[in-house]
């Protein structure tokens, strides 16, 4: 059965940083791409970035872009978020997933695995 636990939430000012982390098991890691994902209260799950298999490709919204990097450890079965200057808007409950194949995916639909979510929230 295949779990994601993500963890690194929490409550920081405009400007801030905060890592988030996800620990995979239950399958081959490496064969699979993965995925960072936002809720925020009333609003539908959005996407936030990608990162193939191997790591080589990735991809942002354009709301982060710049602002925000994925990356992952095959050994460790590791996928993290680095997340800097954080704007109020990024409030949301962050979601790891794991992707049905190899390749990035910037819908939820390409995803067959998910974590519980992490809380982010940005005071201003």
């Known amino acids: 059965q295949v779990q994601l636990v993500e963890s690194g939430g929490g409550l920081v000012q405009a400007g801030g940083s905060l890592r988030l982390s996800c620990a995979a098991s239950g399958r081959t890691f490496s064969n699979y791409a993965m995925g960072w994902f936002r809720q925020a209260p009333g609003k539908e799950r959005e996407f936030v970035a990608t990162i193939s298999n191997g790591g080589v490709a990735s991809y942002y919204a354009d709301s982060v872009k710049g602002r925000f990097t994925i990356s992952r450890d095959n050994a460790k079965n590791t996928v993290e978020l680095q997340m800097n200057n954080l704007k109020p808007e990024d409030t949301a409950k962050y979601y790891c997933?794991?992707?049905?194949?190899?390749?990035?995916?910037?819908?939820?639909?390409?995803?067959?695995?998910w974590g519980q979510g992490t809380q982010v929230t940005v005071s201003s």
């Open positions: 997933a794991s992707s049905k194949d190899g390749s990035v995916a910037r819908i939820a639909s390409s995803y067959d695995t």
